[in-house]
């Protein structure tokens, strides 16, 4: 029986190209292939590195359809590195389904570590690094990216998320919308690059000192947000006060409810609406 190939799962520089990894330079130089997210992109890389090897596009508009191809390939023998643009692949990039069939047919899957934009902002952020969550890329409209956020409001683990230039200030104010203007973040954009920016504060500082120059939302951006606090102050809330709120989240909509509550006893919007999603059906 031939000897089938081996798919390299390759991480590639986030910014700064001296970031590469000797082990990933010797791959590209041993492998027959390479599958990248954009060929023109990644042949920059290389060619900087004076490596010279045949592309093959793989990116999220064609990777179901070109899976056979490479896995017929790997089954010919043929030794395949997968990258992305930037950064470790599969992380909000292609190659699920490739790693999958790969994994399902067999054939050998070697990951080749290196930089990653999530872990790269997250260790730097300050914000508790022992438990955390990536959630990817927020929705891009309104309402479904509330609901994701509603779905997160009592995570107590820090959370990640990718978000675009021209979709991270909306993201902003629906963050502050539903975790309050006093949750902590810290905003990365451009890491290791020349106008690498690590910034944090409240939400609702943050959204201040973005508006203040809109230079600080250019490039690729990290959001990191502190979970919610385990020692929230939910058994601290009056019974007066939580039996109103049962009332009237028979009768409202849950926010509603827990804004005419904090209002009636001064008590934080947010802190009675996580209250009640431990406590009523909305």
């Known amino acids: 029986m031939d000897q089938s190939g081996i798919l390299y799962i390759v991480a590639t520089p986030i910014g700064n190209l001296a970031d590469i ?5 010797n791959i590209f130089k041993s492998i027959d292939l390479i599958a990248a997210e954009d060929t023109r992109h990644s042949g920059l890389l290389l060619s900087h590195y004076g490596i010279k090897k045949p592309f093959f596009a793989l990116h999220d508009h064609n ?3 070109k899976v056979n191809t490479l896995v017929e390939k790997l089954q010919d023998g043929l030794n395949i590195a997968l990258i992305s ?4 692949p599969l992380i909000s990039d292609p190659g ?5 069939h790969c994994r399902q047919e067999g054939i050998k899957v070697v990951p080749i570590p290196g930089p990653c934009a999530a872990i790269t902002a997250l260790c730097s952020s300050g914000i508790a690094s022992d438990r955390f969550c990536f959630e990817g890329f927020l929705p891009a409209k309104t309402k479904g990216r509330c609901d994701k956020l509603t779905s997160l409001l009592e995570e107590t ?3 990640i998320f990718y978000e675009s230039t021209h979709r991270i200030l909306d993201s902003l104010i629906d963050i502050q919308k539903i975790f309050g203007t006093n949750r902590y973040i810290v905003m990365a954009r451009e890491l290791t690059k020349t106008w690498e920016t690590i910034h944090g504060s409240e939400v609702g500082e943050l959204i201040d000192w973005v508006n203040e120059d809109l230079n600080r939302i250019k490039g690729e951006i990290v959001l990191i947000i502190e979970g919610a606090s385990v020692s929230s102050n939910k058994d601290d809330i009056s019974p007066q006060a939580t039996k109103l709120l049962g009332i009237l989240s028979k009768e409202l909509p849950l926010k509603k409810a827990a804004s005419i509550v904090a209002e009636s006893f001064g008590y934080k919007k947010n802190e009675l ?3 009640g999603l431990a406590h009523f059906k909305e």
Do not use: S
């Not at 643009?85 to 470790?88: E, I, M, N, S």
């Not at 699920?96 to 999958?100: D, N, T």
């Open 96 to 100: 699920f389904h490739l790693v999958r």
């Open 21 to 25: 990894t000797q082990r990933a330079l």
């Open 85 to 88: 643009d930037a950064g470790t």
């Open 63 to 65: 990777e179901q359809q």
């Open 157 to 159: 683990r820090t959370m």
């Open 273 to 275: 609406y996580q209250y």
